[in-house]
């Protein structure tokens, strides 16, 4: 029985859609930084490896958007980088001065295009 079930999650993970599998990747990455948001004082802890998480996450995302195998309009991969950039910025800033409110705009930002890439596919 256990058997079957594996392979009824391999086939399921196998069959998500790249778009479907990025905005749950992006919506870990808010969840993760939000749970030290709103437990400041008892999860501040957890800051550095779930901005390290979204950090990756936002490095894969634009080593992606700026290969020139990319398919998307340039226009929507320029878009991606320069929020990428952002991400970059602002993880950088929470890491030199941690402030629960520093993480806002990474939650939101990940939020908005998890809703966006989940709109798409």
Request: glycine share 4%.
């Amino acid at each position: 029985m256990q058997s079957g079930a594996k392979t009824y999650e391999k086939i399921a993970r196998a069959s998500v859609s790249r778009r479907a599998l990025e905005a749950d990747l992006l919506l870990q990455a808010a969840s993760r930084l939000q749970a030290v948001r709103d437990s400041w004082d008892s999860k501040r802890g957890d800051l550095n490896d779930a901005l390290h998480y979204n950090r990756k996450l936002w490095t894969l995302f634009l080593s992606e958007v700026t290969s020139k195998a990319n398919p998307l309009p340039s226009h929507i991969r320029q878009n991606v980088a320069n929020i990428g950039l952002f991400v970059v910025k602002q993880t950088l800033a929470a890491l030199s001065n941690p402030q629960p409110k520093q993480l806002n705009s990474l939650i939101s930002i990940n939020r908005e295009l998890a809703a966006g890439l989940r709109d798409a596919a």
